[in-house]
């Protein structure tokens, strides 16, 4: 059973970085056949898609935020990560990670960690 | 990008009885390849969402069979033959069929 689990500060500064880290369990993040996914919910709020990583490299990110976010992977450390530059308080959200089917039938997100809150604010 | 609408947003159900939710999309949802990439999740009170149905009508492993998914193209239903009280919590559809995956706004679902 794969499993996800994210890290990182629960606060950030306003303008700085929020770094985000999911460590996956399970079953190997080099395996091919799935994305790697990044994805947040607003408090009270639906769910907005971040962006993806596959295990090669690739990148595919949200265009209303990809000029703030990379997201990276560590294939040695079962890990990939996210990085939001220049936060504000509108990025206050709860950050999950998650496995994105890449297949043409498995085009579904499967396993999500727990998620982590994440607050902007001085 | 896809826009997602559902509805209702908020739907008390009695337990024993059917629900229905509808999603619809901006753009069609049917690929080239004859499969429509729209799945439903639900995400219980203070859980992460789960998968409930995959490329429009397949249930995911687990699911009760008194989940359904039907629709084509745009319009899209999710239905629950007999709620039961686990069956509470916010049901979102989502698109894959290309970039950003866009996600409804969610209908909570709610035991009367």
């Known amino acids: 059973q794969v499993q996800l689990q994210e890290s990182g500060p629960g606060l950030v500064n306003p303008s700085q970085t929020l770094s985000l880290t999911c460590t996956v369990s399970?079953?190997?993040?080099?395996?091919?056949?799935?994305?790697w996914s990044w994805i947040r919910q607003h408090p009270g709020k639906g769910l907005e898609w971040i962006g993806n990583?596959?295990?090669?490299?690739?990148?595919y990110y949200n265009p209303s935020l990809k000029s703030r976010v990379t997201i990276s992977i560590d294939t040695s450390k079962n890990q990939f990560s996210l990085k939001l530059t220049y936060v504000t308080a509108a990025d206050t959200a709860m950050y999950f990670c998650?496995?994105?089917?890449?297949?043409?039938?498995?085009?579904?997100?499967?396993?999500w960690g727990q998620g982590t809150l994440v607050a902007v604010s001085s | 990008d896809i826009v997602m609408t559902q509805s209702p947003l908020f739907l008390p159900v009695t337990p024993g009885e059917p629900a229905s939710i509808s999603c619809r999309s901006s753009?069609?949802?049917?690929?080239?390849?004859?499969?429509?990439?729209l799945d439903w999740y639900l995400q219980k009170p203070g859980q992460s969402p789960q998968l409930l149905i995959y490329?429009?009508?397949n249930r995911a492993s687990g699911v009760p069979d008194r989940f359904s998914g039907s629709g084509s193209g745009t319009d899209f239903t999710l239905k629950i033959s007999r709620v039961e009280a686990e069956d509470v919590g916010v049901y979102y559809c989502?698109?894959?069929?290309?970039?950003?995956?866009?996600f409804g706004p969610g209908t909570k679902l709610e035991i009367k």
């Open positions: 753009q069609s949802l049917l690929h080239a390849n004859g499969y429509n990439y």
């Open positions: 990583i596959y295990f090669g490299g690739s990148t």
């Open positions: 490329l429009a009508s």
């Open positions: 399970g079953g190997s993040i080099s395996n091919g056949g799935y994305y």
């Open positions: 998650a496995r994105l089917g890449e297949g043409p039938k498995s085009s579904s997100i499967d396993f």
């Open positions: 989502m698109q894959s069929v290309q970039t950003p995956l866009t």
